[in-house]
């Protein structure tokens, strides 16, 4: 008897515990960090937003843990690119109810606004790194650059898309749903003609980029990028694109190289020896970022100062 008894208080502990570990309250769940930006912005003081990618890790290469996937499951909405860029979150996602997620490079909107991916990268080189090649390289390799919420317009256009989700699940919230899009748009249109004007006066400055992540953001802002060393930062740029690029630095057409917080190989400063190329930083994930109902504007504003602050040379 007290054997069953105490086997019994062993299992509801557990029950009680394997309850706690995973979020009562659900909440907006978003792939990666600037897309919990806009998500926060949107479902401010109405449902809690989390993001699955912890700091640090890359958006190309995450595997879920038990407790994203339940995290995935009991969200009230999950808020992701798609299956081209997050290819870890597929399998969960089409597990949810239709109005449980919205695909952001699907929507109509979005849609015409996508840029054509590069696909020049160094297949074939002597270094190359089969192994990597095999994980990676299915999921990066589409047709279109998948790093949308670096588009001004995309992010608004996401906005929309997450507040008509909420006011589905959510109609008692509709007000405040409705008030916290509208001043996002606000904020969003006066931090794009501030950046617009930080980065005016750079146009015509070449640089380099480690990683082929930024295309959305430079068009819309007229920045004139040399080229990338990578199509996905987990592979190694290859001879032939290393040599080229040393070769546009040497002549002076580039003044600088972008690293980014995650990546900060050796060959980057490798190819710039010698040269009087500068070295900056760029974070497309804002990984410095605070997540908060202003977050994606302090967001672009800070890749704005990124730029401006290596490709001024002050
Ligand atoms: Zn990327």
Redesign the pocket.
């Known amino acids: 008897m007290l054997h069953k008894n105490s086997f019994l208080c062993a299992a509801l502990t557990t029950a009680f515990l394997g309850a706690a570990a995973v979020p009562a309250q659900a909440a907006v769940v978003a792939s990666i960090k600037p897309l919990g930006f806009i998500a926060a912005a949107i479902a401010d003081g109405v449902t809690p937003t989390e993001v699955l990618l912890p700091d640090g890790a ?3 290469d995450y595997a879920l843990r038990p407790s994203d996937v339940k995290r995935l499951q009991s969200a009230d909405l999950v808020v992701w690119v798609g299956p081209e860029m997050e290819a870890f979150m597929q399998k969960s996602v089409s597990q949810l109810a239709e109005q449980k997620q919205v695909q952001l490079a699907a929507l109509p909107g979005v849609k015409p606004l996508l840029m054509k991916g590069d696909d020049d990268d160094d297949h074939g080189h002597e270094g190359h790194d089969h192994s990597a090649e095999n994980s990676d390289e299915d999921h990066h390799h589409g047709e279109y650059n998948m ?1 949308i919420w670096l588009s001004p317009e995309v992010a608004r256009l996401s906005a929309v898309a997450i507040h008509d989700k909420l006011v589905e699940l959510m109609p008692q919230n509709r007000a405040k749903l409705d008030a916290n899009l509208q001043t996002f748009e606000l904020g969003l249109a006066n931090i794009d003609k501030q950046v617009g004007s930080v980065l005016a006066p750079l146009k015509g400055k070449g640089y380099f980029v480690f ?3 930024y295309g959305y953001f430079e068009k819309h802002y007229g920045l004139t990028p040399l080229g990338h060393f990578t199509v ?2 987990e592979i190694q740029p290859g001879a032939q694109r290393l040599h080229d690029i040393r070769t546009q630095l040497v002549e002076q057409k580039a003044v600088c190289v972008f690293a980014e917080p995650q990546f900060r190989p050796a060959v980057i400063n490798a190819v710039a020896r010698g040269t009087n190329v500068r070295s900056g930083t760029l974070d ?1 994930l804002g990984i410095e970022v605070k997540l908060g109902k202003d977050s994606y504007m302090q967001f672009l504003n800070g890749l704005a100062n990124q730029y401006a602050s290596c490709l001024k040379g002050e």
């Open positions: 890359s958006e190309h790093h990683h082929d992540a996905n930062p497309p």
